[in-house]
């Protein structure tokens, strides 16, 4: 079946550094991937997507690309603040299904 | 996006009572909703899929008579716990399906419960 492993927590970083978390998967066909991002207190919120092989999706200074080859979609930030801290989700849908397979969580916390 | 809320936030119940848990979607029509189950420091579990005026499709291992699902509008999704345990302690999350032809989904804040 699908699943999504991602790089375990949690992670604390200065303000200004630079962010990697990563996320491979394994999936029948082409999937299309996800970021979700999960604030203190808040719901899960669409952070970046990517639906093909090679794109690239972006928002909010985060970048994730979608390698075929390596079954991974690693998330990446040049210069991470504090507003940052939060719990990131990658996450996959596959086919024509409606359901998220979601990785487990990374915790991040930015400090001034 | 759209607006998701949950009721309540966070409750504490005991052992063999049941606790009913509201999802609903603000600004937007959802005819499909979905309910997930999260332990700490792991991944989202999709326990059912919601459709408006149906039953609920469970995922496999969701027992259907314990986790009473109502998804009786396009704006609110009932989840009851009946008969809860300590192991039914858990964070409880449901989303929104943006539309029939769309894979985007609108979280809700989530709620704790905690079964003494």
Redesign the interface.
């Given at each position: 079946g699908d699943s999504?492993t991602q790089m375990e927590g949690p992670v604390t970083l200065s303000e200004e550094a630079f962010l990697t978390i990563n996320c491979t998967y394994t999936a029948t066909g082409y999937p299309?991937l996800f970021w979700?991002v999960q604030y203190p207190?808040?719901?899960?919120?669409?952070l970046l997507k990517a639906t093909k092989a090679d794109d690239k999706g972006s928002n909010k200074g985060f970048e994730a690309t979608y390698r075929k080859e390596t079954t991974s979609f690693h998330l990446e930030k040049g210069s991470v603040q504090v507003s940052d801290s939060a719990v990131y989700?990658c996450a996959l849908?596959s086919g024509s299904a409606?359901?998220?397979t979601?990785?487990?969580?990374t915790q991040l916390t930015v400090l001034p | 996006g759209a607006v998701v809320s949950q009721h309540p936030s966070w409750v504490i119940c005991k052992s063999g009572t049941s606790v009913k848990i509201e999802c609903r979607s603000l600004d937007f029509q959802a005819t499909t909703m979905f309910w997930y189950r999260q332990f700490p420091k792991q991944s989202l579990m999709l326990m059912a899929t919601s459709n408006e005026g149906s039953k609920a499709t469970y995922e496999q291992g969701v027992e259907k008579d314990k986790f009473l699902i109502n998804h009786a509008s396009l704006t609110l999704s009932t989840l009851t716990v009946t008969s809860a345990h300590p192991e039914d302690s858990s964070f409880y999350i449901c989303s929104v399906l943006a539309g029939a032809n769309s894979y985007e989904q609108y979280f809700g804040p989530g709620t704790r419960l905690t079964v003494t």
């Open positions: 999504v299309s979700y207190g808040e719901g899960l919120q669409l989700f849908l409606r359901q998220l979601f990785g487990s969580g | -």
